[in-house]
Protein backbone atom coordinates (compact mmCIF):
# COMPACT_ATOMS: atom_id res chain seq x y z
CA UNK A 1 0.00 0.00 0.00
CA UNK A 2 2.89 2.36 0.96
CA UNK A 3 4.14 3.96 -1.85
CA UNK A 4 7.76 4.57 -2.54
CA UNK A 5 8.92 7.94 -0.68
CA UNK A 6 11.51 9.37 -2.47
CA UNK A 7 10.42 11.05 -6.02
CA UNK A 8 7.05 11.77 -5.36
CA UNK A 9 5.11 14.12 -4.38
CA UNK A 10 3.66 15.30 -1.26
CA UNK A 11 1.20 12.56 -0.08
CA UNK A 12 -2.37 13.12 1.35
CA UNK A 13 -2.53 11.61 5.22
CA UNK A 14 -4.02 8.28 4.17
CA UNK A 15 -7.11 7.82 5.83
CA UNK A 16 -9.26 4.63 7.59
CA UNK A 17 -12.84 5.08 6.76
CA UNK A 18 -15.21 4.75 10.01
CA UNK A 19 -17.97 3.53 8.26
CA UNK A 20 -19.62 6.22 10.73
CA UNK A 21 -22.75 7.92 8.79
CA UNK A 22 -21.45 11.55 8.48
CA UNK A 23 -18.32 11.38 10.48
CA UNK A 24 -16.10 10.17 7.28
CA UNK A 25 -17.78 13.24 5.38
CA UNK A 26 -16.53 15.85 7.69
CA UNK A 27 -13.26 13.96 7.91
CA UNK A 28 -12.96 13.84 4.41
CA UNK A 29 -12.69 10.22 4.47
CA UNK A 30 -12.24 8.74 8.35
CA UNK A 31 -9.36 8.72 10.75
CA UNK A 32 -5.03 9.05 9.84
CA UNK A 33 -4.83 5.33 8.73
CA UNK A 34 -1.79 3.64 10.49
CA UNK A 35 -2.39 5.87 13.47
CA UNK A 36 -3.82 6.56 16.66
CA UNK A 37 -6.77 8.66 17.91
CA UNK A 38 -8.01 10.27 20.83
CA UNK A 39 -11.66 10.01 21.23
CA UNK A 40 -12.42 11.62 24.58
CA UNK A 41 -15.57 12.82 26.17
CA UNK A 42 -17.41 12.66 29.87
CA UNK A 43 -19.35 9.84 31.33
CA UNK A 44 -21.88 8.44 28.70
CA UNK A 45 -20.59 10.73 26.14
CA UNK A 46 -20.66 7.67 23.82
CA UNK A 47 -16.79 6.87 23.59
CA UNK A 48 -17.20 2.67 23.82
CA UNK A 49 -19.55 2.40 21.43
CA UNK A 50 -18.05 5.24 19.00
CA UNK A 51 -14.97 3.68 19.32
CA UNK A 52 -16.75 -0.12 18.87
CA UNK A 53 -18.48 0.62 16.05
CA UNK A 54 -15.40 1.80 14.65
CA UNK A 55 -13.97 -1.79 14.67
CA UNK A 56 -17.40 -3.68 14.18
CA UNK A 57 -17.74 -1.61 10.16
CA UNK A 58 -14.33 -2.24 9.93
CA UNK A 59 -14.73 -5.84 10.50
CA UNK A 60 -17.39 -6.02 8.68
CA UNK A 61 -17.17 -3.41 5.79
CA UNK A 62 -13.55 -2.51 5.07
CA UNK A 63 -11.79 -6.11 5.87
CA UNK A 64 -9.99 -4.77 9.15
CA UNK A 65 -10.71 -7.13 11.80
CA UNK A 66 -9.62 -5.48 15.25
CA UNK A 67 -8.77 -5.76 18.74
CA UNK A 68 -10.49 -4.30 21.27
CA UNK A 69 -8.89 -4.03 24.32
CA UNK A 70 -11.49 -3.02 27.15
CA UNK A 71 -10.57 -1.96 30.61
CA UNK A 72 -13.74 -1.07 32.34
CA UNK A 73 -16.32 -3.54 31.21
CA UNK A 74 -16.46 -7.20 30.53
CA UNK A 75 -16.44 -8.57 26.87
CA UNK A 76 -19.85 -9.97 28.24
CA UNK A 77 -21.00 -6.51 28.97
CA UNK A 78 -19.52 -5.11 25.86
CA UNK A 79 -21.57 -7.87 23.60
CA UNK A 80 -24.79 -6.72 26.08
CA UNK A 81 -24.29 -3.14 25.54
CA UNK A 82 -24.13 -2.67 21.75
CA UNK A 83 -26.32 -5.88 20.90
CA UNK A 84 -29.62 -3.42 20.90
CA UNK A 85 -27.68 -1.83 17.94
CA UNK A 86 -27.05 -4.93 16.10
CA UNK A 87 -23.94 -5.32 16.52
CA UNK A 88 -23.56 -9.54 16.56
CA UNK A 89 -19.51 -9.43 18.68
CA UNK A 90 -19.76 -12.97 19.36
CA UNK A 91 -20.53 -13.77 15.75
CA UNK A 92 -17.14 -11.45 14.32
CA UNK A 93 -15.30 -13.09 17.29
CA UNK A 94 -16.36 -16.36 15.96
CA UNK A 95 -15.14 -15.73 12.72
CA UNK A 96 -11.79 -14.46 13.72
CA UNK A 97 -12.96 -10.39 12.50
CA UNK A 98 -12.75 -9.26 16.49
CA UNK A 99 -10.93 -10.12 19.54
CA UNK A 100 -12.16 -8.77 22.88
CA UNK A 101 -9.63 -8.73 25.53
CA UNK A 102 -10.98 -7.22 29.16
CA UNK A 103 -8.24 -6.52 31.11
CA UNK A 104 -9.35 -6.27 35.07
CA UNK A 105 -7.07 -4.80 37.13
CA UNK A 106 -7.88 -4.64 40.98
CA UNK A 107 -5.50 -1.80 43.00
CA UNK A 108 -6.32 -3.94 45.92
CA UNK A 109 -5.05 -6.85 44.88
CA UNK A 110 -1.70 -5.75 43.58
CA UNK A 111 1.43 -5.23 45.70
CA UNK A 112 4.17 -3.26 43.94
CA UNK A 113 8.02 -3.59 44.84
CA UNK A 114 10.46 -2.80 42.65
CA UNK A 115 11.02 -1.73 39.01
CA UNK A 116 8.71 -3.34 36.29
CA UNK A 117 7.47 -2.35 33.02
CA UNK A 118 4.18 -3.06 31.27
CA UNK A 119 5.74 -5.29 28.73
CA UNK A 120 2.67 -8.11 29.66
CA UNK A 121 0.06 -5.13 27.97
CA UNK A 122 2.31 -5.47 24.99
CA UNK A 123 2.59 -9.10 24.76
CA UNK A 124 -0.94 -9.40 25.16
CA UNK A 125 -1.60 -6.53 22.65
CA UNK A 126 0.93 -7.96 20.27
CA UNK A 127 -0.78 -11.33 20.49
CA UNK A 128 -4.15 -10.52 19.91
CA UNK A 129 -2.87 -7.79 16.71
CA UNK A 130 -1.09 -11.09 14.93
CA UNK A 131 -3.39 -13.60 15.67
CA UNK A 132 -6.25 -12.49 13.35
CA UNK A 133 -4.16 -9.84 11.42
CA UNK A 134 -5.75 -6.90 13.09
CA UNK A 135 -5.83 -3.47 11.23
CA UNK A 136 -7.43 -1.46 14.03
CA UNK A 137 -7.29 -1.56 17.81
CA UNK A 138 -9.30 -0.20 21.02
CA UNK A 139 -8.07 0.66 23.91
CA UNK A 140 -10.97 1.75 26.24
CA UNK A 141 -9.81 3.52 28.05
CA UNK A 142 -6.31 3.03 28.81
CA UNK A 143 -6.82 5.63 31.90
CA UNK A 144 -7.79 2.68 34.30
CA UNK A 145 -3.74 2.52 34.44
CA UNK A 146 -3.24 5.68 36.10
CA UNK A 147 -5.98 4.59 39.27
CA UNK A 148 -4.57 0.65 39.28
CA UNK A 149 -0.85 1.59 38.87
CA UNK A 150 1.03 3.17 42.16
CA UNK A 151 4.19 4.40 40.03
CA UNK A 152 2.90 7.11 37.35
CA UNK A 153 6.61 8.16 36.28
CA UNK A 154 6.70 4.35 34.85
CA UNK A 155 3.33 4.15 33.37
CA UNK A 156 3.62 7.83 31.47
CA UNK A 157 7.09 6.61 30.18
CA UNK A 158 5.31 2.64 29.23
CA UNK A 159 2.37 4.69 27.26
CA UNK A 160 4.73 6.74 25.23
CA UNK A 161 6.54 3.65 24.69
CA UNK A 162 3.30 2.11 24.07
CA UNK A 163 2.51 5.06 21.33
CA UNK A 164 5.25 4.52 19.83
CA UNK A 165 4.75 0.78 19.68
CA UNK A 166 0.87 0.97 18.08
CA UNK A 167 2.15 3.34 15.24
CA UNK A 168 4.87 0.79 14.15
CA UNK A 169 2.60 -1.76 14.07
CA UNK A 170 0.86 -0.10 11.71
CA UNK A 171 -2.35 -0.03 13.15
CA UNK A 172 -5.42 2.31 13.10
CA UNK A 173 -5.96 2.83 16.55
CA UNK A 174 -8.64 4.62 18.94
CA UNK A 175 -7.79 5.11 22.67
CA UNK A 176 -10.88 6.65 24.73
CA UNK A 177 -10.05 9.12 27.41
CA UNK A 178 -12.18 10.59 30.29
CA UNK A 179 -12.85 14.66 30.54
CA UNK A 180 -10.92 16.24 32.81
CA UNK A 181 -12.26 19.55 34.54
CA UNK A 182 -10.20 21.77 32.34
CA UNK A 183 -8.26 19.31 30.30
CA UNK A 184 -9.12 17.17 27.17
CA UNK A 185 -8.26 14.11 29.73
CA UNK A 186 -7.97 13.36 33.13
CA UNK A 187 -4.17 11.97 32.90
CA UNK A 188 -3.55 13.95 29.55
CA UNK A 189 -3.12 11.42 27.14
CA UNK A 190 -3.59 14.30 24.53
CA UNK A 191 -0.01 14.64 25.36
CA UNK A 192 0.68 11.45 23.38
CA UNK A 193 -1.70 11.53 20.66
CA UNK A 194 -0.51 13.68 18.04
CA UNK A 195 -2.99 13.00 14.94
CA UNK A 196 -5.89 13.04 15.90
CA UNK A 197 -8.38 14.29 18.94
CA UNK A 198 -12.33 13.81 18.62
CA UNK A 199 -14.48 15.28 21.45
CA UNK A 200 -17.70 13.90 22.25
CA UNK A 201 -20.51 15.58 24.56
CA UNK A 202 -23.70 15.26 26.20
CA UNK A 203 -25.36 18.27 27.35
CA UNK A 204 -28.75 19.30 27.82
CA UNK A 205 -29.51 22.49 26.09
CA UNK A 206 -33.51 24.03 26.57
CA UNK A 207 -33.84 21.15 28.40
CA UNK A 208 -33.31 18.58 25.45
CA UNK A 209 -30.27 16.20 25.56
CA UNK A 210 -28.03 16.64 22.26
CA UNK A 211 -24.99 14.83 21.36
CA UNK A 212 -22.15 16.55 19.39
CA UNK A 213 -19.13 15.68 18.25
CA UNK A 214 -16.34 18.04 17.57
CA UNK A 215 -12.87 17.43 15.68
CA UNK A 216 -10.58 19.55 18.14
CA UNK A 217 -7.54 18.55 15.93
CA UNK A 218 -6.61 16.32 12.88
CA UNK A 219 -2.81 16.84 11.87
CA UNK A 220 -2.20 17.34 7.77
CA UNK A 221 -5.58 17.01 7.17
CA UNK A 222 -8.83 19.11 6.70
CA UNK A 223 -11.22 18.84 8.41
CA UNK A 224 -15.01 20.21 10.20
CA UNK A 225 -14.49 22.32 13.13
CA UNK A 226 -17.63 22.78 13.83
CA UNK A 227 -19.60 21.12 16.49
CA UNK A 228 -21.77 18.51 15.02
CA UNK A 229 -24.78 16.95 16.88
CA UNK A 230 -24.87 13.59 16.29
CA UNK A 231 -27.49 10.29 17.13
CA UNK A 232 -26.79 6.97 18.60
CA UNK A 233 -29.80 5.34 16.57
CA UNK A 234 -30.91 1.97 15.86
CA UNK A 235 -27.76 1.46 13.62
CA UNK A 236 -25.47 2.82 15.92
CA UNK A 237 -24.20 6.51 15.58
CA UNK A 238 -25.12 9.14 12.83
CA UNK A 239 -23.31 12.15 12.71
CA UNK A 240 -25.31 15.04 11.25
CA UNK A 241 -25.31 16.18 8.36
CA UNK A 242 -25.95 13.18 6.82
CA UNK A 243 -25.10 13.97 3.09
CA UNK A 244 -27.50 11.45 1.66
CA UNK A 245 -27.88 12.59 -1.64
CA UNK A 246 -27.29 9.57 -3.44
CA UNK A 247 -31.13 8.97 -4.23
CA UNK A 248 -30.50 5.04 -3.78
CA UNK A 249 -34.07 4.38 -2.19
CA UNK A 250 -36.35 2.16 -3.83
CA UNK A 251 -39.05 3.50 -5.14
CA UNK A 252 -42.71 1.72 -3.10
CA UNK A 253 -45.80 0.49 -5.52
CA UNK A 254 -48.05 0.34 -2.38
CA UNK A 255 -50.20 3.23 -1.94
CA UNK A 256 -51.91 4.88 0.84
CA UNK A 257 -55.30 6.91 1.01
CA UNK A 258 -55.04 10.45 1.91
CA UNK A 259 -58.35 9.57 4.41
CA UNK A 260 -60.89 11.58 1.97
CA UNK A 261 -62.56 9.65 -0.55
CA UNK A 262 -62.69 12.48 -3.58
CA UNK A 263 -59.30 13.20 -2.95
CA UNK A 264 -58.37 9.17 -3.15
CA UNK A 265 -60.46 9.42 -6.73
CA UNK A 266 -58.45 12.25 -8.13
CA UNK A 267 -55.33 10.36 -7.18
CA UNK A 268 -55.54 7.48 -9.55
CA UNK A 269 -58.46 5.91 -7.37
CA UNK A 270 -56.12 4.71 -4.62
CA UNK A 271 -54.51 7.90 -2.94
CA UNK A 272 -50.93 8.40 -2.68
CA UNK A 273 -47.60 6.54 -2.74
CA UNK A 274 -46.95 4.65 0.30
CA UNK A 275 -43.34 6.41 1.07
CA UNK A 276 -43.34 9.42 -0.97
CA UNK A 277 -43.41 12.92 -0.01
CA UNK A 278 -46.77 14.89 0.12
CA UNK A 279 -46.81 18.26 0.13
CA UNK A 280 -50.11 20.70 1.18
CA UNK A 281 -49.27 23.97 0.57
CA UNK A 282 -52.12 26.94 0.77
CA UNK A 283 -52.71 30.11 2.44
CA UNK A 284 -53.40 30.63 6.28
CA UNK A 285 -56.87 28.96 7.20
CA UNK A 286 -57.48 27.31 4.08
CA UNK A 287 -57.49 23.55 5.80
CA UNK A 288 -54.02 22.24 5.35
CA UNK A 289 -53.99 20.62 8.89
CA UNK A 290 -57.66 19.10 8.08
CA UNK A 291 -55.87 17.35 4.94
CA UNK A 292 -52.77 16.42 7.23
CA UNK A 293 -55.21 15.36 10.59
CA UNK A 294 -57.44 13.06 7.88
CA UNK A 295 -54.37 11.22 6.43
CA UNK A 296 -53.67 10.39 9.54
CA UNK A 297 -56.67 9.39 11.14
CA UNK A 298 -56.97 7.02 7.71
CA UNK A 299 -53.58 6.15 8.76
CA UNK A 300 -54.13 5.31 12.05
CA UNK A 301 -57.57 3.27 11.35
CA UNK A 302 -55.34 1.22 9.56
CA UNK A 303 -53.33 0.24 12.38
CA UNK A 304 -50.22 2.45 11.18
CA UNK A 305 -48.22 4.30 13.69
CA UNK A 306 -47.71 8.18 12.88
CA UNK A 307 -45.49 10.91 14.25
CA UNK A 308 -47.10 14.35 14.23
CA UNK A 309 -44.88 17.75 14.45
CA UNK A 310 -46.97 20.70 15.15
CA UNK A 311 -45.07 24.19 14.60
CA UNK A 312 -48.20 26.40 15.84
CA UNK A 313 -50.42 24.81 17.35
CA UNK A 314 -50.79 22.36 20.51
CA UNK A 315 -51.70 18.86 20.43
CA UNK A 316 -55.04 19.69 22.88
CA UNK A 317 -55.46 22.40 20.32
CA UNK A 318 -55.11 20.31 17.08
CA UNK A 319 -57.61 17.36 18.28
CA UNK A 320 -59.87 19.51 19.32
CA UNK A 321 -59.79 21.84 16.25
CA UNK A 322 -60.32 17.82 14.45
CA UNK A 323 -62.95 16.87 16.56
CA UNK A 324 -65.07 19.86 15.48
CA UNK A 325 -64.48 18.97 12.23
CA UNK A 326 -65.37 15.25 12.68
CA UNK A 327 -62.08 13.49 12.94
CA UNK A 328 -61.12 12.14 16.26
CA UNK A 329 -57.74 11.70 16.98
CA UNK A 330 -57.34 11.20 20.49
CA UNK A 331 -58.21 7.67 20.64
CA UNK A 332 -55.40 6.89 18.09
CA UNK A 333 -53.06 8.61 20.77
CA UNK A 334 -54.84 6.89 23.37
CA UNK A 335 -53.64 3.76 21.85
CA UNK A 336 -50.25 4.55 21.29
CA UNK A 337 -50.35 5.11 17.65
CA UNK A 338 -50.23 8.69 17.28
CA UNK A 339 -48.09 10.73 19.07
CA UNK A 340 -47.44 14.36 18.91
CA UNK A 341 -44.44 16.18 19.53
CA UNK A 342 -45.02 20.36 19.40
CA UNK A 343 -42.34 22.65 19.59
CA UNK A 344 -41.59 26.54 18.34
CA UNK A 345 -39.07 26.44 15.49
CA UNK A 346 -37.37 29.21 17.52
CA UNK A 347 -36.84 26.79 20.65
CA UNK A 348 -33.80 25.72 19.33
CA UNK A 349 -31.45 25.52 16.06
CA UNK A 350 -32.16 23.72 12.56
CA UNK A 351 -29.97 21.44 13.62
CA UNK A 352 -31.41 20.53 17.29
CA UNK A 353 -34.64 20.18 15.87
CA UNK A 354 -33.14 17.69 12.96
CA UNK A 355 -31.86 15.70 15.66
CA UNK A 356 -35.27 15.54 17.72
CA UNK A 357 -36.85 14.57 14.76
CA UNK A 358 -34.66 11.50 13.48
CA UNK A 359 -34.39 10.68 17.32
CA UNK A 360 -38.14 10.75 17.48
CA UNK A 361 -38.45 8.98 14.26
CA UNK A 362 -36.07 6.42 15.55
CA UNK A 363 -37.77 5.49 18.38
CA UNK A 364 -41.29 5.80 17.48
CA UNK A 365 -40.95 4.09 14.21
CA UNK A 366 -44.39 5.51 12.69
CA UNK A 367 -45.21 4.78 9.00
CA UNK A 368 -46.45 8.44 8.53
CA UNK A 369 -44.80 11.48 9.56
CA UNK A 370 -46.49 14.98 9.34
CA UNK A 371 -44.81 18.45 9.63
CA UNK A 372 -47.23 20.81 10.00
CA UNK A 373 -46.25 23.77 8.63
CA UNK A 374 -42.66 23.25 7.54
CA UNK A 375 -42.23 26.63 6.31
CA UNK A 376 -42.41 28.02 9.93
CA UNK A 377 -38.37 26.66 9.69
CA UNK A 378 -37.18 29.86 7.79
CA UNK A 379 -37.79 31.93 11.05
CA UNK A 380 -34.80 29.76 12.54
CA UNK A 381 -32.32 29.32 9.06
CA UNK A 382 -31.96 30.97 5.80
CA UNK A 383 -33.41 29.55 2.74
CA UNK A 384 -30.37 27.38 1.47
CA UNK A 385 -30.00 25.99 5.20
CA UNK A 386 -33.92 25.25 5.43
CA UNK A 387 -33.81 23.84 2.28
CA UNK A 388 -31.03 21.90 2.68
CA UNK A 389 -32.42 20.37 6.32
CA UNK A 390 -35.74 19.78 4.35
CA UNK A 391 -34.02 17.49 1.91
CA UNK A 392 -32.24 15.22 4.34
CA UNK A 393 -35.37 15.30 6.55
CA UNK A 394 -37.42 13.58 2.84
CA UNK A 395 -34.27 11.85 2.14
CA UNK A 396 -34.12 10.52 5.21
CA UNK A 397 -37.78 9.37 5.56
CA UNK A 398 -37.53 7.92 2.06
CA UNK A 399 -35.06 5.81 3.05
CA UNK A 400 -36.85 4.66 6.40
CA UNK A 401 -40.08 4.12 3.45
CA UNK A 402 -41.88 6.07 5.85
CA UNK A 403 -44.39 8.46 4.13
CA UNK A 404 -44.02 12.49 5.04
CA UNK A 405 -46.75 15.22 4.40
CA UNK A 406 -45.51 18.37 4.71
CA UNK A 407 -47.73 21.42 4.95
CA UNK A 408 -46.39 25.04 4.00
CA UNK A 409 -48.29 28.25 4.40
CA UNK A 410 -48.08 31.09 1.36
CA UNK A 411 -49.44 33.98 1.12
CA UNK A 412 -51.94 34.30 -2.03
CA UNK A 413 -49.40 35.94 -4.24
CA UNK A 414 -46.48 32.75 -3.39
CA UNK A 415 -49.19 30.54 -4.29
CA UNK A 416 -49.49 31.82 -7.15
CA UNK A 417 -45.83 31.55 -8.11
CA UNK A 418 -45.70 27.52 -7.86
CA UNK A 419 -41.97 27.41 -6.51
CA UNK A 420 -41.96 29.24 -3.52
CA UNK A 421 -41.29 26.66 -1.46
CA UNK A 422 -37.96 25.80 -3.09
CA UNK A 423 -38.12 22.12 -2.09
CA UNK A 424 -41.10 21.80 -4.30
CA UNK A 425 -38.28 19.85 -6.71
CA UNK A 426 -38.53 16.83 -3.62
CA UNK A 427 -42.10 16.36 -3.11
CA UNK A 428 -43.87 13.36 -4.79
CA UNK A 429 -47.29 14.55 -4.66
CA UNK A 430 -48.20 18.08 -4.08
CA UNK A 431 -51.72 19.36 -3.04
CA UNK A 432 -52.53 23.20 -2.89
CA UNK A 433 -55.57 24.89 -1.16
CA UNK A 434 -56.69 27.91 -2.04
CA UNK A 435 -59.10 30.54 -1.42
CA UNK A 436 -60.64 31.44 -5.00
CA UNK A 437 -63.22 33.99 -5.41
CA UNK A 438 -65.92 33.31 -8.03
CA UNK A 439 -68.89 35.43 -8.86
CA UNK A 440 -68.50 37.23 -5.22
CA UNK A 441 -68.68 34.18 -3.16
CA UNK A 442 -65.29 32.69 -1.75
CA UNK A 443 -64.88 29.13 -2.14
CA UNK A 444 -61.92 27.04 -0.82
CA UNK A 445 -60.27 25.21 -3.98
CA UNK A 446 -58.43 21.95 -3.95
CA UNK A 447 -56.29 20.93 -6.89
CA UNK A 448 -53.16 18.64 -7.62
CA UNK A 449 -50.36 20.25 -8.45
CA UNK A 450 -48.16 16.78 -9.34
CA UNK A 451 -48.54 13.54 -8.48
CA UNK A 452 -45.63 11.76 -9.65
CA UNK A 453 -45.56 8.52 -11.52
CA UNK A 454 -49.64 8.66 -11.64
CA UNK A 455 -52.36 9.58 -13.53
CA UNK A 456 -54.48 12.45 -11.35
CA UNK A 457 -56.75 14.80 -11.80
CA UNK A 458 -56.18 18.26 -12.97
CA UNK A 459 -59.80 19.71 -12.06
CA UNK A 460 -59.65 22.30 -9.87
CA UNK A 461 -62.30 20.96 -6.99
CA UNK A 462 -64.35 22.56 -4.09
CA UNK A 463 -63.26 22.00 -0.89
CA UNK A 464 -65.23 22.12 2.82
CA UNK A 465 -64.95 21.39 5.93
CA UNK A 466 -68.03 19.80 7.44
CA UNK A 467 -68.67 18.40 10.68
CA UNK A 468 -68.43 14.98 9.34
CA UNK A 469 -64.80 15.66 8.03
CA UNK A 470 -63.78 16.77 4.45
CA UNK A 471 -65.88 17.13 1.55
CA UNK A 472 -64.47 17.52 -1.88
CA UNK A 473 -67.06 18.22 -4.73
CA UNK A 474 -67.16 20.02 -7.91
CA UNK A 475 -66.70 23.81 -7.87
CA UNK A 476 -70.11 25.16 -8.80
CA UNK A 477 -69.33 28.20 -11.07
CA UNK A 478 -72.99 29.16 -10.96
CA UNK A 479 -72.36 30.76 -7.80
CA UNK A 480 -74.12 28.62 -5.61
CA UNK A 481 -73.43 26.59 -2.84
CA UNK A 482 -71.43 23.86 -3.99
CA UNK A 483 -72.63 20.25 -4.59
CA UNK A 484 -71.37 18.31 -1.93
CA UNK A 485 -70.31 14.54 -1.96
CA UNK A 486 -70.87 13.24 1.60
CA UNK A 487 -67.46 11.90 2.89
CA UNK B 1 12.13 -23.54 34.75
CA UNK B 2 9.00 -24.80 37.50
CA UNK B 3 11.14 -25.43 40.61
CA UNK B 4 9.42 -27.52 43.31
CA UNK B 5 12.38 -27.69 46.35
CA UNK B 6 11.38 -31.24 48.44
CA UNK B 7 12.09 -32.71 51.35
CA UNK B 8 12.17 -29.90 53.52
CA UNK B 9 10.23 -30.58 56.78
CA UNK B 10 8.10 -27.37 57.45
CA UNK B 11 7.38 -25.17 60.69
CA UNK B 12 3.92 -24.51 59.36
CA UNK B 13 0.66 -26.65 58.92
CA UNK B 14 -0.10 -28.08 55.25
CA UNK B 15 -0.34 -25.00 53.59
CA UNK B 16 0.76 -24.85 50.31
CA UNK B 17 1.92 -21.47 47.83
CA UNK B 18 1.57 -21.92 44.91
CA UNK B 19 3.16 -19.24 43.35
CA UNK B 20 3.57 -18.03 39.40
CA UNK B 21 6.34 -15.15 38.16
CA UNK B 22 5.49 -13.90 34.68
CA UNK B 23 8.19 -12.59 32.53
CA UNK B 24 9.05 -11.78 29.42
CA UNK B 25 12.70 -13.00 28.50
CA UNK B 26 15.56 -13.17 30.33
CA UNK B 27 15.75 -9.42 31.60
CA UNK B 28 17.61 -8.13 34.38
CA UNK B 29 14.78 -7.32 35.96
CA UNK B 30 13.20 -11.01 35.68
CA UNK B 31 16.14 -12.88 36.73
CA UNK B 32 16.47 -10.44 39.96
CA UNK B 33 12.78 -11.38 40.26
CA UNK B 34 13.40 -15.05 40.13
CA UNK B 35 16.44 -15.14 42.57
CA UNK B 36 14.38 -12.59 45.16
CA UNK B 37 11.71 -14.78 45.09
CA UNK B 38 13.49 -18.03 45.83
CA UNK B 39 15.34 -16.39 48.43
CA UNK B 40 12.78 -15.36 50.27
CA UNK B 41 10.31 -18.49 50.10
CA UNK B 42 13.54 -20.40 51.02
CA UNK B 43 13.59 -18.45 54.45
CA UNK B 44 10.07 -17.93 55.15
CA UNK B 45 8.32 -20.84 53.19
CA UNK B 46 10.88 -23.63 52.67
CA UNK B 47 9.35 -26.54 51.91
CA UNK B 48 5.85 -25.30 51.13
CA UNK B 49 6.26 -23.57 48.00
CA UNK B 50 5.86 -24.33 43.94
CA UNK B 51 6.98 -21.64 41.60
CA UNK B 52 6.67 -21.81 37.99
CA UNK B 53 8.03 -19.22 35.80
CA UNK B 54 5.72 -18.45 32.82
CA UNK B 55 7.51 -16.57 29.72
CA UNK B 56 5.21 -14.86 28.08
CA UNK B 57 7.49 -14.34 24.99
CA UNK B 58 6.74 -18.22 24.64
CA UNK B 59 3.37 -18.43 25.48
CA UNK B 60 2.03 -14.96 25.02
CA UNK B 61 -1.99 -16.57 25.32
CA UNK B 62 -1.10 -17.11 28.91
CA UNK B 63 -1.20 -13.44 29.68
CA UNK B 64 -4.77 -12.63 29.41
CA UNK B 65 -5.81 -15.68 32.30
CA UNK B 66 -3.93 -14.50 35.37
CA UNK B 67 -4.90 -10.91 33.71
CA UNK B 68 -1.20 -9.62 33.61
CA UNK B 69 -0.16 -6.42 32.19
CA UNK B 70 3.06 -5.32 34.15
CA UNK B 71 5.86 -7.58 33.88
CA UNK B 72 7.65 -9.42 36.29
CA UNK B 73 4.29 -9.73 38.13
CA UNK B 74 4.16 -12.62 40.58
CA UNK B 75 0.81 -14.45 41.67
CA UNK B 76 0.00 -16.16 44.86
CA UNK B 77 -2.40 -18.93 43.21
CA UNK B 78 -2.87 -20.41 46.49
CA UNK B 79 -3.99 -20.57 48.89
CA UNK B 80 -6.65 -18.00 47.83
CA UNK B 81 -7.81 -15.08 47.67
CA UNK B 82 -5.17 -14.68 44.50
CA UNK B 83 -2.85 -11.65 44.74
CA UNK B 84 -0.47 -9.75 42.68
CA UNK B 85 2.75 -8.42 43.77
CA UNK B 86 4.60 -6.31 40.29
CA UNK B 87 7.96 -5.43 40.18
CA UNK B 88 11.38 -7.25 40.63
CA UNK B 89 10.41 -8.30 44.13
CA UNK B 90 13.59 -6.28 45.96
CA UNK B 91 11.54 -5.00 48.81
CA UNK B 92 11.11 -8.27 50.52
CA UNK B 93 8.74 -6.23 53.56
CA UNK B 94 6.59 -5.78 51.16
CA UNK B 95 6.86 -9.13 49.47
CA UNK B 96 5.76 -10.71 52.57
CA UNK B 97 3.23 -8.31 52.96
CA UNK B 98 2.02 -9.03 49.16
CA UNK B 99 1.76 -12.89 49.90
CA UNK B 100 0.10 -12.15 53.30
CA UNK B 101 3.43 -13.54 55.34
CA UNK B 102 3.20 -10.44 57.16
CA UNK B 103 0.91 -11.31 60.04
CA UNK B 104 1.93 -14.59 60.88
Redesign the interface.
Known amino acids: MMPAKRNKPIKLLPKTPTGIPGLDEITAGGLPKGRTSLVTGGAGSGKTLFSMEFLVNGATEYDEPGVFMAFEESAEELAQNVASLGFDLKKLIKQKKLII?A???ERS?????????????F??L??AIDSIGAKRVVLDTIEV?FGA?PNQAILRAELQRLFRWLKNKGVSAIVTGERGHDTMTRFGLEEYVADCVIVLDHRMTEQVSTRRLRIVKYRGSLHGTNEYPFLIGRDGISVLPITSLALEHKANTGRVSSGVKELDNMLAGKGFYRGSSILVSGTSGAGKTSLAASFVDAACRRGERCLYFPFEESQSQILRNMRSIGVSLAPHVKKGLLQFHATRPTLYGLEMHLVTMYDLIQEHKPQVVVMDPITDFFTIGTKTEVKAAITRIVDFLKASEITGLFTSIMSEEEAADQSVVGVSSLIDAWISLRNLEINGERHRGLFILKSRGMPHSSQVRSFHLTGSGIAIGALDLAGRRASVNSA | MAKSPSGASSKRTEKNYELRL?V?GQTP?SL??FA?LKKICEEHLAGQYHIEVID??KH??L??GD???????LVRKLPE???????????TE??L??LNLREQ
Open positions: DVRIEIEETGAYDLEGLIRGHLL | YAKAANLLPQASQILAIPTPIRKIIGDLSNRVVG
